[in-house]
C-alpha cells in the first residue's frame, strides 16, 4: 500500500491492487513507489520531517546565493525534488534537493553567460537543470546506472567520512559564532584555529550550540523514543529567544522569503543551450555519484541495495520538474539525509512532508522559522555530521588491507581537498589500478591429487598433494588479457622447467579464463609453439563454450583439435592414462 498526501483509503487500496505479486516487474523498476509503502503520515516520518523541514529551509535559501540566484529560488528547487524522489528514486532515506557542490559548479557555468542580468541568470540556471535532466534521461534509456557500480567499499567509507568534516566544516561558523572568509578546506580549517587562538569565538553561541549538541546526544541515549532533533531545536529556540530578550545577540534564521513558482519554460537563446551542454553534463556527474554513494551509506539491514538506473533517473526527473518551477540544479544531500536517519525516518514519507512543509513556509509559516537559532541548526548538523565519520569502518580496512585503507583515506582527504567529484574520481582510478594490479600479476597452480580429498587441487597448498606423473595441469587465476599476457607465459614455462624430463602432456585449465582478447590469443599461440617444440601434447580443461567460441574465431581450436579439449579434470586424467599409461 502506498500512502499519498491528498489521497484517501480508495486511492491507498488501489495502489496497493497495482503493486500485487502479478504486476509486471518493469513497471516496478520505472515506479519503484508501487512496491513500497511511504506512510508520511506515521508518527516517526511526520516528526522526521518536521526536523528536516526546520533544517532544510535556511540550509537551500543559502545554496540558492552559493549559486549567485534569490534565496527563494532554493526553496521553489527543494519541492519538485521532494515530492520526485520518493517515487522515482529507490533509497528509503535519500533527500533530493538543493546541494552545495552542484551550487557551486551552477555558478561556475551559469556566471558568465549571465552578464550580471538577475533575470537572465535566472533563467539559465533554470535551464541548467533542465539541461541536466535530458541529459540524465538519455542516460538512463541506456542504462548507465553502473557507473555507480564502480564506486568501492573503501571509496564509500572515505567519501562519508570526508562529506562528514565537510559538513562540520560548513556549519562551525555558527556554530562558534564567527565569521571566515576562506572558500577553501584548508584555508578555512587555518583561519578558524587563528580565530580560536586569539579569542575571536562568540562564548554565548558556543554556549548555545554545545548545550543543543549535548541534549541530542543524551536524548538519544536516554530517551531514543522521543523527537530528540525537533525538542532540541524548539528548545534552543526557546533559549535564544530569552537571551535575545536579555540584551544578547544570538544569530537566528531571520525573514523567509514567501511565495510559490509559477511553472514556465525558461527563455534563453539555442546557443546558450549549446554553451550550457558540458556543464550540465559535469552537474550530472557530480549529482549522479552523490547520490548513487549516499544511497548507499545509508542502507540499512534489510534493505534494497539501490537500483542505479533507478536513481539516475529519479535524479533526471527531479532536475526537470525544479528547472520548470524557475529552480537551480539539484542533488542529494548527505546532511539531511544524516538528519532525517537520526530523527527516525523509516520511508520516503518524510520527504513529502518535507515538501508540504516548504510550500507551508512559502506561505504562511515563514516567520515561525525565523526564529530558530543557526548555533542550533549548526549543532543538529554536526550531530548528524559525526555519524557519517565510521571509525570503526576504517578499522575493519586496515586489518583486512593496507591497499583498501589507503584508498578510503585518499577518498576522504581527496573530498576534503580537491572536492568531491575529483577526489571520488581520484579514488576511482586507484581503486581501478588497485584491481588492474591483482589481475595483471594473479596467481597460478599446478594441478595434483591429495589423499583423502576429492578433486584436484593446488599442489602448492597441500604437502601430501601428487601430481600426475607426466601430466602438468596448469591453472591460471584470471582471464588472460593484454595487461597479463606476458606473465601467463612465464609462470607457465617456469612450470614446465621445472617438471622436465618426463613432461608429456600440457593441459590449461581454463576453469578462470573465461575470456582473452588479441594480445591473449597471440600469447597462447606462443605457448602452444613452446609445448609443441618440447614434444608435448596441448591440451584444454574445463573450457566455457564462450571461451572455445572465441578460439574458433582466432583459428586456435581447430589447431588444439576439438578432441584435446576436456569437459572435466576426471576426463582428462583418464585420457592421458589411456595414451600414455
Not at 503520515?41 to 552559493?66: C, D, E, F, H, K
Not at 559535469?282 to 542502507?299: H, M, N, S
Request: charged share 15%; net charge negative.
Amino acid at each position: 500500500m502506498v500512502a499519498i498526501p491528498g489521497t484517501g483509503a480508495t486511492a491507498c487500496a488501489s495502489l496497493s491492487g497495482m503493486a500485487s505479486s502479478d504486476r509486471p516487474n518493469i513497471l516496478v523498476r520505472l515506479l519503484p513507489v508501487l512496491g513500497r509503502d511511504l506512510q508520511p503520515w506515521s508518527r516517526a516520518n511526520l516528526i522526521a520531517g518536521l526536523t528536516v523541514t526546520a533544517y532544510l529551509v535556511p540550509q537551500v535559501m543559502a545554496y540558492a546565493t552559493v549559486a549567485g540566484l534569490p534565496a527563494i529560488v532554493g526553496l521553489w528547487a527543494a519541492v519538485p525534488a521532494l515530492l520526485v524522489y520518493p517515487f522515482l528514486g529507490t533509497s528509503r532515506l535519500l533527500s533530493l534537493g538543493p546541494e552545495s557542490s552542484v551550487a557551486l559548479m551552477t555558478a561556475a557555468v551559469v556566471a558568465p553567460l549571465a552578464l550580471g542580468d538577475p533575470a537572465r541568470y535566472v533563467a539559465l540556471a533554470a535551464t541548467i537543470a533542465i539541461t541536466v535532466g535530458g541529459i540524465g534521461l538519455l542516460a538512463s534509456v541506456l542504462r548507465l546506472g553502473f557507473i555507480g557500480d564502480l564506486l568501492s567499499q573503501p571509496v564509500l567509507v572515505g567519501y562519508m567520512a570526508g562529506i562528514g568534516v565537510l559538513m562540520i566544516d560548513g556549519q562551525i561558523d555558527h556554530f562558534l559564532g564567527i565569521q571566515t572568509a576562506s572558500p577553501d578546506f584548508l584555508g578555512h580549517v587555518r583561519e578558524i584555529s587563528d580565530l580560536i587562538v586569539s579569542g575571536g569565538v562568540d562564548p554565548v553561541v558556543l554556549a548555545l550550540g554545545s548545550v543543543i549538541l549535548v541534549m541530542l546526544y543524551l536524548l538519544a541515549w536516554r530517551r531514543p523514543s522521543w523527537p530528540g532533533p525537533l525538542l532540541a531545536i524548539l528548545g534552543g529556540s526557546l533559549l535564544a529567544l530569552l537571551i535575545n530578550n536579555g540584551g544578547g545577540d544570538i544569530p537566528i534564521v531571520g525573514p523567509v522569503p514567501q511565495g510559490l513558482p509559477t511553472p514556465q519554460i525558461p527563455q534563453v537563446a539555442a546557443a546558450d543551450v549549446s554553451a550550457l551542454a558540458i556543464g550540465a553534463a559535469g552537474i550530472l556527474l557530480v549529482g549522479f555519484t552523490d547520490v548513487t554513494l549516499t544511497g548507499r551509506a545509508f542502507l540499512s539491514r534489510g534493505d534494497p541495495r539501490p537500483d542505479t538506473d533507478a536513481e539516475l533517473r529519479a535524479v533526471a526527473v527531479g532536475n526537470l520538474g525544479v528547472g520548470l518551477l524557475q529552480g537551480m540544479p539539484v542533488s542529494s544531500s548527505g546532511s539531511r539525509t544524516a538528519l532525517a536517519k537520526s530523527s527516525g525516518a523509516t520511508s520516503q514519507g518524510y520527504s513529502l512532508v518535507v515538501a508540504l512543509g516548504v510550500v507551508l513556509v512559502l506561505l504562511f509559516a515563514g516567520p515561525l522559522l525565523s526564529a530558530a537559532p543557526r548555533a542550533g541548526l549548526a549543532a543538529l548538523v554536526i550531530y548528524a555530521a559525526l555519524h557519517l565519520i565510521d571509525i570503526r569502518a576504517f578499522a575493519a580496512l586496515w586489518r583486512f588491507s593496507t591497499v583498501e585503507f589507503v584508498l578510503a583515506v585518499v577518498t576522504m582527504v581527496g573530498v576534503l581537498v580537491v572536492g568531491i567529484l575529483y577526489g571520488v574520481l581520484i579514488a576511482v582510478g586507484l581503486s581501478v589500478l588497485a584491481m588492474a594490479a591483482r589481475v595483471a600479476r594473479p596467481h597460478s597452480a599446478a594441478l595434483g591429487l591429495v589423499p583423502g580429498l576429492p578433486g584436484m587441487h593446488d599442489v602448492g597448498d597441500f604437502e601430501e598433494a601428487n601430481e600426475v606423473p607426466g601430466l602438468l595441469i596448469y591453472r591460471y587465476d584470471s582471464p588472460v588479457f593484454f595487461a597479463n599476457s606476458q606473465d601467463f607465459i612465464e609462470q607457465a614455462n617456469a612450470l614446465m622447467a621445472d617438471r622436465q624430463p618426463g613432461l608429456r602432456w600440457f593441459a590449461l585449465n581454463c576453469e578462470a579464463i573465461v575470456d582473452i582478447d588479441a594480445t591473449a590469443v597471440e600469447s597462447l599461440r606462443t605457448l602452444m609453439r613452446e609445448v609443441d617444440s618440447a614434444g608435448m601434447q596441448f591440451c584444454l580443461v574445463r573450457a566455457k563454450r564462450e571461451l572455445v567460441e572465441q578460439l574458433q574465431r582466432a583459428g586456435l581450436a581447430q589447431r588444439i583439435g576439438m578432441d584435446r579439449m576436456y569437459p572435466t579434470l576426471p576426463s582428462l586424467v583418464e585420457a592421458y592414462k589411456a595414451e600414455a599409461p
